[in-house]
């Protein structure tokens, strides 16, 4: 079993600045991609940002620019540094790891950590 564990969420001010962290800890036998998707109150949960093993990143439109994500495959996390917030940053941001068991790959999510941005 393998268990996502995020950190860093909280209330910011528009303008401003968070950094998410997810550690995956548990057994297996690597992690392909990671990233970070979103969900606000009465819409559908989208992707934020990605990044494999290889450390190749992918964005939104929405947040290119203003988040940068990065992983440290030794530590198995990844981070989500948000800048230049805004209120429609709001959201429970959920982390994502795809896990190689011998040849089978699962995908595994935390449980979600809220980010409130204030205008």
């Known amino acids: 079993q393998v268990q996502l564990l995020e950190s860093g969420g909280g209330l910011v001010q528009a303008g401003g600045s968070l950094r998410l962290s997810c550690v995956a800890s548990?057994?297996?036998?690597?992690?392909?991609?990671m990233g970070w998707y979103r969900q606000a109150p009465g819409k559908q949960r989208e992707l934020v940002a990605t990044?494999?093993?290889?450390?190749?990143?992918y964005y939104a439109d929405s947040v290119k620019g203003r988040f940068t994500i990065s992983r440290d495959n030794v530590k198995n996390t990844v981070y989500l540094q948000m800048d230049s917030l805004t209120f429609e940053d709001t959201a429970v941001y959920y982390c994502?790891?795809?896990?190689?068991?011998?040849?089978?790959?699962?995908?595994?999510w935390g449980q979600g950590t809220q980010v409130t941005v204030s205008s």
């Open positions: 548990g057994s297996f036998d690597g992690i392909n991609d």
């Open positions: 990044v494999t093993s290889g450390l190749t990143t």
């Open positions: 994502k790891a795809d896990v190689w068991h011998h040849v089978f790959k699962y995908v595994y």
